[in-house]
């Protein structure tokens, strides 16, 4: 404890003494809690890293990633955890944002199919007309949709998609009757449909593999991203933020599945535990192992989004402006 306030101290003193920052940082997390996309975030909390980096934290959850971006646009929120695509959509509407944290190095999108349909369905040229789940309107499962479906020779408006939001909701718009013939959406929804026979996974982008057929290469999925301007008035509070969640991701690389679970609130996983410890087997190779933005990815996220969003397609988004490796560099010499 001592050790990180010193390394705070050093980091922060000579440019940061008269700095007026926020005395509490909220960060909107574009899921519920207990929605694997968001671990490292959630777990950062848990384990005390934000309060031993002198940064006062809350977790505001919401359902969707929309409703979360709302609420930093709208002044209620400072910060969204959540798909690092946005700060390309916000760019190319005139409002930069900035990732300083990448906690997700594979989407952990995965699209599986009704069961009552599973049997006829052979390949995603079949999704053609039906109506397919996702968390909601440019999210990132509807990226990942979107591109199953071109190379599938099909476009966007082929198939209808229909909000469904994520975690608990999600499963029960795929349990009403035969609404939906797939869903895209990520765990604990996913896994929980998966073991109770209601989907088949058909495409699954929780691994390297996976996200390479996909995406084509190394992708950029869950981020911390904050307006410009937040980021540019709150360096004491961003670097703090960015020590904690590298401490993070440095202890799930070397945590069991069981020493997860150990710092969780027990109704993330009380309810179904079967359910909860598969769905993290599954998905702990998808987190960032640093923090850090790799080289290709921010290419890769323009290449995949420009494709069906004609906005982003005929802006002029300057990537090099969506991150910032910075903050992340400074605490990985912090933790060494």
Known sequence: ?????AVLALLFVATLADAQEAKKVTIAVSGPPAQLYFLPVVLAKQLGYFDQAQVNVELQHFNAGSKALESVVGGSADIVAGAYENTVRMQAKGQPMQSIVLFGRYPQNILGIAKAQAANYKSPADLKGQKIGITGPGSAT????????????????DVSPVTVGAGA???????????LYA??????AITELTLSGDIVVAIDSRTAEGTRAVYGGEYASGSLYAPIAFVQRNPKNIQAI???MVRTLAWMKKATPDEIVAK?????YQANPAVYRKA?????PSFSPDGLMP?????????????????IASAKVDMGTTFDNRFVEAALKAVK
Do not use: C, H, Y
């Open 1 to 5: 404890m001592k050790l990180f306030a």
């Open 142 to 157: 509807q990226t990942f949709l979107n591109l199953i479906l071109e190379k599938a020779g099909l476009k966007p408006d």
């Open 169 to 179: 909701v999600a499963v029960a718009a795929m349990k009403r009757g035969n609404e």
């Open 183 to 188: 869903i895209s959406n990520l765990d604990l």
């Open 242 to 244: 960015a020590l904690a």
């Open 264 to 268: 969780l609130p027990a109704d993330f």
């Open 280 to 284: 993290l087997e599954s998905n702990l």
């Open 295 to 311: 080289p290709d990815a921010p290419g890769n996220v323009l290449k995949a989004m420009t494709r069906f969003d004609a906005a």
